[in-house]
């Protein structure tokens, strides 16, 4: 399809569909469901398919579905949203607030859904046509937040044909018609760990016959970290922070077990798959020289999302071509974690930042909190995005970016 040919296209699909959208939008915001609780979103999005003549199908936990549009196999790529609230409370004073208690679109979630059900109608309108020189997989994932969906969906072979895969994000940090992209890591591995100390106990008076173990613990709370700064590369970004601890019970007794708990964070995927086994024999060479016992519970999260280079060049042409030359900006690497990442750990694919704030408005909005909202352009721009994305990777029409001389391999 020409350049304008698929910008008329849009226009015109969008023209006809955006209330449509926003209220489908609405409608998902006032009926917000947790993970693996999509219920009534999952019906909503299988009959708006099936309306546009597609079948889709449901993941075996009955919420999430998957449709391919499209009759060829080569290439095969996958458009993702994820359909999840969070288990918080609506604070906002709007029409489509939460009727629920206690669960809140305060991710965007219903903005990525919309979106992509929105380009799902685009590009079934093209497949109809015989215009579609490909297959596009529509993923609506449920249980991002709980986590992970994504597992569910690597579990019933969902990308197990799929060359290439993108996502979208909300950004109430970036105005409305803005895309934020990066190669690399954009978020981050967020695994939890606790460690548990045991040993004999005994009065303070007498740590030398027993072990001191509030001694052994904090030891343990200072040099994890710092070891930890000295073993792993700095640019890999591991960073361990304790959120609670807790040991014994009288000023005058050596406890005999004691707790602590944090949180892993990690920017490279190298580092992500060694943290485990080291952190146990950090753990454990800090425990045998006071004489205790420490146990360490590693829990597995997401792993950091690696968004490669040419599937990222692909979101930026797409971006050029259908939203203007001005529309991309670099997007910085967040500490916070998302699931997508566990499908970038198999298939080359790019999440990129939606930008969902009102230009001008000063709303200062994070996502997670109880007040979130979006600026509903956004919608109409991510249709025009995910669209024109999914057809850039099925005719491989964009390449990696040129390294900047100096920069790639400092
Ligand atoms: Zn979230
Ligand atoms: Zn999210």
Redesign the pocket.
Known sequence: MAERDLESELDAFLAGHQAEFVDFRRDLHAHPEIGYHEHRTTRRIKLRLEAAGLRPMILPKGTGLIVDIGSGTDPVVALRADLDA?PISDEKNVAYRSTYANACH??G?DVHTTILLGTGMFLARMAAAKALPGRVRLIFQPA??VPCGALDVLAVGGIASVDRIFALHCDPRLDVGKIGTRVGAITAACDKITVRVTGPGGHTARPHLTADLVYALGKIITELPAALSRRVDPRSSLSLVWGRVNAGSAANAIPDDGIVEGTVRCLDDEAWHAAPDLLKALVDSVASAYGVVAELTYVRNVPPTVNEAISTAMVEAAADRVLGADAVVAAPQSL?GEDFAWYLESIPGALARLGTRKPGSGDDFD??QPTFDVDERAIGVGIRLMAATALTAISGSASAPEPLPGVAHA
């Open positions: 969070l305060a991710c979630h991002e937040e916070g996502i997670h």
